[in-house]
């Protein structure tokens, strides 16, 4: 069982940034990918970035060159959001795909204020 625990999330003014993480825990074994989606009141849930295994990287159209994701190691993605934007404001949700299966984290607000 893999256990994920996102964080950095809050109320942030249009323009700022914030930096969420997310840390795996439990039985992680090899990923293939981590990443974030998003989900905002009435939307559906969408992919934000990605990152592989390999270090490959990919981005929704609408957060490329504002949103960087990263890891320090094999347990820890990062996703580093700056020039927020109102229409950022959703709750953020990092995956991690292990074996064929897909773990979800709870979940983290992010509210951007204009």
């Known amino acids: 069982q893999v256990q994920l625990v996102e964080s950095g999330g809050g109320v942030v003014q249009a323009g700022g940034s914030l930096r969420l993480s997310c840390a795996a825990s439990?039985?992680?074994?090899?990923?293939?990918?981590m990443g974030w989606y998003r989900q905002a009141p009435g939307k559906l849930r969408e992919r934000v970035a990605t990152?592989?295994?390999?270090?490959?990287t990919s981005y929704v159209d609408s957060v490329k060159g504002r949103f960087t994701i990263s890891g320090d190691n094999a347990r820890t993605v990062f996703l580093q959001m700056n020039s927020l934007k109102p229409e950022d404001t959703a709750v953020y949700y990092c995956?991690?795909?292990?074996?064929?299966?897909?773990?979800w984290g709870q979940g983290t607000q992010v509210t951007v204020s204009s």
């Open positions: 990152i592989t295994n390999g270090g490959s």
């Open positions: 439990g039985s992680i074994g090899s990923f293939s990918a």
């Open positions: 995956y991690r795909d292990v074996r064929g299966i897909r773990y």
